[in-house]
């Protein structure tokens, strides 16, 4: 079962919870496997974030979750990822940091051109910060 790294709204409780995602379409539900870090930066384009990969020591939080393959296309929705079109984001498989060493995961970056202009996330957690801001 393939693994997936999920940093914004995909999160547990957050718009698009990948937990919902797949109850709303039959699909077994994910595993949390546990917290991990990617090299980069989030950027707030609003009511959702993006990551950039950078290797400038700062670092993104998310979850890590075993997902039954079915889920792939579904997230490929939510972050609108279809085949042979440019879109904001893209599906990758890259490697994440958790506390046993670091796993392989789908994830879906966008392109640095993409957040010119936008306020970073500073501490890399799009939850701590939503919240902040939302309450601010």
């Given at each position: 079962m393939p693994l997936v790294f999920v940093y914004g709204t995909l999160?547990?409780?957050?718009?698009?919870?990948?937990?919902?995602?797949?109850r709303r379409h039959g699909?077994?539900?994910?595993?949390?496997?546990?917290?991990g870090y990617v090299s980069g930066r989030l950027y707030d384009f609003g009511s959702y974030p993006g990551y950039v990969p950078a290797a400038d020591g700062a670092r993104v939080v998310g979850d890590i979750y075993e997902i039954d393959e079915a889920l792939i296309p579904v997230l490929d929705e939510i972050e609108e990822v279809y085949p042979g079109q440019a879109s904001l984001f893209v599906r990758?498989?890259?490697?994440?940091?958790?506390?046993?060493?670091?796993?392989?995961?789908?994830?879906?970056?966008?392109?640095?051109?993409?957040?010119?202009g936008l306020p970073p996330i500073p501490q890399g957690d799009w939850v701590s910060y939503r919240r902040a801001r939302d309450a601010g």
């Open positions: 999160r547990a409780g957050e718009a698009n919870d990948l937990n919902e995602a797949a699909i077994a539900a994910p595993r949390l496997v546990g917290t990758v498989e890259h490697p994440v940091e958790c506390p046993d060493g670091a796993v392989s995961c789908l994830l879906y970056p966008v392109g640095e051109h993409a957040v010119a």
